[in-house]
Nanobody, 123 residues
């Protein structure tokens, strides 16, 4: 059974940091691209970041470039999203997703999804 379990969300002050984790099981993690998406209330789920199966390449949506860093540990079947200098606009449920083949920014191309973890940035 495929499982993606996110953790690390919470309430943080503007300017603060969080590190999200996504633990994967049930598929060949080390040969699967991984992505992070987020969904704010009333909005569509949007691409945040993605990383290749080896970790050698990654991409970010413009609004998080320079603040967020995606990484993965294939020995632990885990992908991370380090989020720094958070702003209220980053408030959303964050989802990790897995995609066979090359990474993508397109939500519909991902094969598996986690249940999400809530990130709230507020003073």
């Amino acid at each position: 059974e495929v499982q993606l379990v996110e953790s690390g969300g919470g309430l943080v002050l503007p300017g603060g940091s969080l590190r999200l984790s996504c633990a994967a099981s049930g598929f060949a993690f080390s040969s699967t691209a991984m992505g992070w998406f987020r969904q704010a209330p009333g909005k569509e789920r949007q691409f945040v970041s993605a990383i290749s199966f080896s970790g050698s390449s990654a991409d970010y949506t413009d609004s998080v470039k320079g603040r967020f860093t995606i990484s993965r540990d294939n020995t632990k079947n885990t992908v991370y999203l380090q989020m720094n200098n958070l702003s209220p606009e980053d408030t959303a449920a964050y989802y990790c997703a897995a995609k066979r083949g090359a990474w993508s920014t397109r939500r519909g191309e991902y094969d598996y999804w986690g249940q999400g973890t809530q990130v709230t940035v507020s003073s």
